[in-house]
Each structure stands twice: as structure tokens, then as C-alpha cells.
């Protein structure tokens, strides 16, 4: 294992530690915690707070979303692990400024699990919470650690669209009901070329030859559906908007938002690639694609790979989209 870090179980604090002292400007933290927040925290007086959240090592998500238009606070967990109750209801404090607070959840068992917690700690102190568990990932209905599908790279969609509600004054019920609209149009599936180490656990999660690819692995490594020979970048569009087509069964016409996502250590270059490719298969189709976004959002450390995203979006939900946006990630 080559990795720039101290102690592994120091790993996640020091980032934190690193990360609001670089970004002075858009983060403050919550001392002795993962807790992040905005630091123009009074901007949002009056507004629902939005709050995600979960493990480490997926970043920039979710702390380096937050900021002006996106998130209110994130709660930064250890290495693939759910933030506790405790840390998540100090954020849900933290940006409570009387408009309630709404959670981002990604669908895992320990994320839902201690967001719903820290939920429950929250109403007992009469804040009022709802939230949203996203399960865009359409490779593999049950997984590792999940109960249906998991929540991947469309969670920062979601993020952004209710950011921008938020920030233009909607109520905590038009924002769950907005969130709630927009969850089946929100999918994404993804294909690996090498597996994330954990600092802690010192060795790859999974192996692949060097010439061996895996379609629809999970963001920390979880198996996916299929292991073939490499191929080239058109041939892995056809696979992943195929599967992506046969969920939304898309009709000539359609307005879509798309978002190709990194998983830590492909190329920008290449990731340019393979947006190309997916914007000439999506003409074929004929869609219209209103809005992109390319680069590495939600990783998984150092794993090579990528995620494809598409959105099925309105002029409302474009404009959310396209709506000003301060942060470190977006």
C-alpha cells in the first residue's frame, strides 16, 4: 500500500483538519467531530438546512459540496463507514435555523439506519426533519450493504437540485416533495478497471487483472453483475446507457441531465472520452441533452473506473442545475 497519510486511523480527522483549513472561505467545522458547515451559515436564516452525508473516501463528496446552492452541512464518516447518530443530529443542530433540516441518505444499511436515529434525536428536540434515502444504482438490486439498490454519483444531482430549492426559499414539504419527484429519474451504473484500498485494511478490496474490467461495482468496491476483457470506450457506452435505457425506456425527445464521474483515479482525459462517446449514443436516440457534468465527484480512493448518471429533468429542474453554485466540489 502507497498512500500519503500518517497513522490510518488518523486519516479521516487530518483530512477534515486539512480540508477547513484550506477552504477557510466556504467550511467551518464542528470541533471534535466530522462536521462541516457552511461558514456563511447566516445566509440560510430562515431556509431549510440540507444535510448529507456518510464514509470517507468518496470525495469531494460530500463536505466539498458544501457550500452556497448545495449542502447546508456534511457529516464526514471513517473510511466507508457511517457517520454515528451523534455526529449527524451536531450537523442537524448546526443549520437548524427554524425552516427545519432535510437529509440526503445514500441507501445503505448503516447510513439509513444512524441518519434515521440522529431523525428521531432530532424530533425529540422539536427540529423538524425529513429526508430523502437515494437508490440510483440500477446494476444489482441487493448488495453487500444494502437492502435494494445503492445510492451512488446521483446523490450529488440530488444534492444540487435541493440546494437550489432550499436557497431560493422552499418550504421543508415542497422540498421532500420535490426530492421525492425526482428520485426515479435520477440512475446510474458504473464500470471498474481496479479496486480502492482501504488505509486501514492495507490491500485492495477486489483485483481485477490488467486486462479485466467489472460492470456495475458498487462505491466501495461492493461486486458488480459482470467481468469481461477490456474494452474500448464505445463499447463500454453501449453496455452502461443500454442498461440505463432499458430502466427509463426513453422516448425520442426527452430531456435529460448527464453526469460522467470519476471514481478517484481515471484520467480527466479519458473521462472526456467516454463523455463524447455517451453523447453520440444519446443523439442516436434522440435525446436532448440539457445539462453535463464531467470529472470526479463521488470516488471510491484510489479505484479506476467510472460512473454514468442520467437524469430526467424539466426546465425547473435544468435551471436548479444551472443555479449559482459556491462550493469546493461543484
Not at 136 to 148: H, P
Not at 172 to 193: F, G, H, S
Not at 303 to 314: C, E, K, P, Q, Y
Request: charged share 25%; hydrophobic share 40%; with cysteine.
Amino acid at each position: 500500500m502507497k498512500k500519503i497519510i500518517n497513522d490510518p486511523k488518523d486519516v479521516v480527522d487530518e483530512m477534515v483538519q486539512g480540508l477547513v483549513r484550506s477552504y477557510p472561505d466556504y467550511l467551518k467545522r464542528i470541533p471534535e467531530t466530522g462536521v462541516v458547515y457552511r461558514s456563511d451559515l447566516e445566509k440560510i436564516k430562515g431556509k431549510v438546512g440540507i444535510v448529507s452525508g456518510g464514509g470517507s473516501g468518496h470525495e469531494p463528496t460530500h463536505a466539498g459540496f458544501v457550500g452556497n446552492g448545495m449542502l447546508s452541512a456534511a457529516v464526514c464518516g471513517e473510511v466507508f463507514t457511517s457517520p454515528t447518530p451523534d455526529q449527524i443530529f451536531e450537523a442537524i443542530k448546526q443549520v437548524d435555523s427554524g425552516a427545519g433540516v432535510f437529509l440526503v441518505i445514500k441507501n445503505y444499511s448503516g447510513d439509513v439506519m444512524n441518519f434515521e436515529m440522529a431523525q428521531d434525536m432530532a424530533d425529540m428536540e422539536d427540529i423538524k426533519v425529513k429526508s430523502i434515502v437515494v437508490d440510483d444504482d440500477i446494476a444489482v438490486e441487493n448488495s453487500t450493504y444494502t437492502q435494494g439498490r445503492r445510492g451512488v454519483a446521483g446523490t450529488v444531482f440530488m444534492h444540487k437540485v435541493l440546494g437550489a430549492a432550499a436557497d431560493q426559499g422552499a418550504s421543508l414539504d415542497e422540498i421532500e416533495e420535490l426530492a421525492q419527484k425526482i428520485l426515479p429519474n435520477i440512475k446510474t451504473i458504473a464500470v471498474a478497471l481496479s479496486g480502492a484500498t482501504v488505509p486501514e485494511v492495507g490491500k485492495p478490496g477486489f483485483t481485477l487483472a490488467d486486462d479485466e474490467i467489472e460492470y456495475g461495482v458498487g462505491i466501495h468496491g461492493e461486486p458488480g453483475y459482470r467481468r469481461e476483457k477490456l474494452q474500448p470506450s464505445k463499447a463500454l457506452v453501449e453496455e452502461l446507457v443500454g442498461k440505463l435505457n432499458d430502466e427509463f425506456k426513453f422516448e425520442k425527445g426527452e430531456k435529460v441531465a448527464v453526469l460522467v464521474n470519476g471514481m478517484g483515479a481515471t484520467p480527466l482525459m479519458e473521462q472526456y472520452v467516454f463523455m463524447n462517446d455517451v453523447l453520440n449514443k444519446l443523439d442516436e436516440l434522440g435525446l436532448n441533452v440539457e445539462f453535463t457534468k464531467v470529472g470526479n465527484l463521488m470516488t471510491s480512493l484510489e479505484m479506476a473506473g467510472i460512473s454514468l448518471t442520467i437524469f430526467r429533468v424539466n426546465d425547473d429542474l435544468v435551471n436548479n442545475l444551472n443555479y449559482a453554485t459556491h462550493t469546493i466540489g461543484w
